[in-house]
């Protein structure tokens, strides 16, 4: 089975900084998906940037950037110039590309940008 | 496209009282997911339809729990005999077949069961 591990529950940074979350994962797979969701104190989940475990090109999306690492199975999240509404509790999530395709989410890190 | 919609947003029940949520996905979504999520928590899978099919349950999915998905739009996620553990926000999710790595929730259905 596979597992996803946030270790860092609580983050906190100023305004305008640069942050970056840890994710690591356990897999046999060799090709999948990794996400990083975003919810905030609104609920809704929502898609921050996704990886494809092929392709070696780290996602960006905008401010937004992962450093994948598939050898190493580390999927961490920076987020430039972080702005208030950033803050949020993000979840990184792993999904197989074959067979059942359900998301597999980690405890999730709770990032709180300051003024 | 008006995203995934859930209803009701909010739900206070007793404790042993039956309760259902309904979730639209969006329109041609034709996979469906339910996860739940306890407070402090990432979501856990429950199940998955594929349009009207539902291909997988997890082992949380107790036989209190039943989901449908009758004409493979909207489903419906029904939990009986409630009880005080259930208490959690019960988030829907919706993809399409041809890009099944680009999932959508909704904003979720708040249970507290007291």
């Known amino acids: 089975a596979q597992t996803v591990t946030q270790s860092q529950p609580e983050m906190s940074v100023q305004e305008a900084e640069t942050v970056t979350l840890s994710c690591t994962y356990d897999?046999?797979?060799?090709?999948?998906?990794l996400f990083w969701y975003k919810q905030p104190p609104s609920r809704q989940m929502i898609l921050v940037i996704r990886q494809e475990a092929y392709k070696q090109q780290n996602a960006t999306e905008n401010r937004f950037s992962v450093n994948f690492q598939k050898a190493a199975k580390s999927f961490s999240l920076k987020i430039s110039d972080s702005q208030l509404g950033d803050t949020a509790m993000y979840f990184c999530a792993f999904m197989k590309t074959q067979g059942a395709q359900k998301l597999v989410f980690g405890q999730g890190t709770r990032l709180t940008i300051n003024p | 496209d008006t995203g995934v919609s859930q209803d009701p947003r909010h739900k206070i029940t007793k404790r042993g009282q039956n309760v259902t949520f309904r979730c639209d996905p969006i329109?041609?979504?034709?996979?469906l997911y339910w996860y739940r999520q306890t407070l402090g928590q990432g979501p856990e899978f429950l199940t998955y339809f594929q349009n009207e099919a539902q291909l997988e349950k997890s082992r949380l999915l107790s036989d209190r729990f039943s989901a449908e998905r009758p004409k493979g739009s909207f489903s419906t996620l029904e939990i009986q005999r409630t009880e005080q553990g259930d208490s959690a926000m019960y988030l829907c999710?919706?993809?399409?077949?041809?890009?099944?790595?680009?999932?959508?929730f909704g904003e979720g259905s708040w249970l507290t069961v007291v």
């Open positions: 329109s041609e979504h034709n996979r």
């Open positions: 897999t046999s797979e060799s090709n999948y998906y």
């Open positions: 999710a919706s993809s399409p077949d041809r890009a099944v790595n680009t999932i959508y």
